[in-house]
């Protein structure tokens, strides 16, 4: 079963657009802190980026802002992409 579950805070506005065939989609970051501080006492922070669809887009770039608190839950998607260099990456 592929389920995440992330409570972080929006890095920046989201970006609604459409598809040609009309579907909304909107994309944010969001930055979480890790429960616990490493050795030099701060607590690391990761960022995800996220994708909404449909109605559940629509309602993303209606009410969500830079700063924010948002809950995510959802599956998560490794990606491969060619880098510069001509190498396979995965994100």
Request: charged share 25%; net charge positive; glycine share 8%.
């Amino acid at each position: 079963m592929n389920k995440i579950t992330l409570i972080g805070n929006l890095t920046r506005d989201p970006e609604t657009r459409t598809t040609p065939n009309g579907v909304t989609v909107c994309s944010f970051t969001i930055a979480v802190s890790r429960k616990h501080a490493d050795a030099s006492g701060e607590r690391p922070t990761d960022y995800f980026r996220i994708t909404a669809w449909r109605n559940l887009g629509e309602s993303c770039g209606r009410y969500l802002a830079k700063g924010r608190k948002a809950a995510v839950t959802g599956e998560l998607q490794a990606r491969l992409y060619e880098a510069k260099d001509g190498s396979t990456r995965m994100s």
